[in-house]
């Protein structure tokens, strides 16, 4: 199975911080990689897919890069509404894994 | 517009089997394979296995082999995931997630249905 490893897992930051999660894969999945936001009680919701696409309809602060086996996830002024848990996923081979979450708190 | 509706909580004892379907709609029901995704209480994202609506063949996790079955109904564009012998380490919400058709990615989720299992 592909591990998938994000750091940190908690980041304190303030608005209008600029941000950045990363996430390593045990093995290269290409660009086979999405980042997600999941708030409390919430289901995870989309941000980008493909390691850069962002989602319609999610804000350009977001953006992702990477290949291979490391990528990262980028806010680029954190707004008072992305305080949230964000997790990284793995569909280049099957089981599809996720990473552990990163908590983004004040 | 897209939309998974799954049905409402349970509370099971262990042993026992539960059963969380997941009404599809907005979309042709047969393009989307439909996954099925679980998160114990302050805990990650597991993803428990998928659905092919069109055929019905699935693919499960070695971890859950031989204790969960996806099946569909193409007549009113629901998935159902069964979990059997549930332990108390099986009480999480769990979610249905469509895949994006050419890309793999989950773009529309279910609300989650908590599922609880105590004696």
């Given at each position: 199975d592909i591990q998938m490893t994000q750091s940190p897992s908690t980041l304190s930051a303030s608005v209008g911080d600029r941000v950045t999660i990363t996430c390593r894969a045990s093995?290269?999945?290409?660009?086979?990689l999405a980042w997600y936001q999941q708030k409390p009680g919430k289901a995870p919701n989309l941000l980008?897919?493909?390691?850069?696409s962002l989602e319609s309809?999610?804000?350009?602060?977001f953006s992702g890069s990477g290949a291979g086996t490391e990528f990262t996830l980028t806010i680029s002024s954190l707004q008072p509404n992305d305080f949230a848990t964000y997790y990284c996923q793995q569909?280049?081979?099957?089981p599809w894994t996720f990473g552990q979450g990163t908590k983004v708190e004040i | 517009q897209v939309q998974l509706v799954q049905s409402g909580a349970e509370v099971k004892k262990p042993g026992a089997s539960v059963e969380v379907s997941c009404k599809a709609s907005?979309?042709?029901?047969?393009?989307n394979y439909l996954h099925w995704v679980r998160q114990a209480p302050g805990q990650g994202l597991e993803w428990m296995g998928m659905i092919?609506?069109?055929?019905?063949s699935t693919r499960y996790p070695q971890k859950f082999q031989g204790r969960v079955i996806m099946t569909r109904d193409t007549s009113t564009s629901t998935v159902y995931m069964e979990l059997s012998?549930?332990?108390?380490?099986?009480?999480a919400i769990y979610f249905c997630a469509r895949q994006?058709?050419?890309?793999?990615?989950?773009d529309y989720w279910g609300q989650g249905t908590l599922v609880t299992v105590s004696s």
């Open positions: 093995q290269s999945i290409t660009s086979w980008i897919y493909k390691a850069s309809g999610v804000p350009s602060r569909y280049y081979s099957y | 907005g979309y042709t029901f047969t393009n092919n609506p069109s055929g019905g012998s549930l332990r108390s380490g099986d009480t994006q058709q050419w890309l793999g990615h989950f």
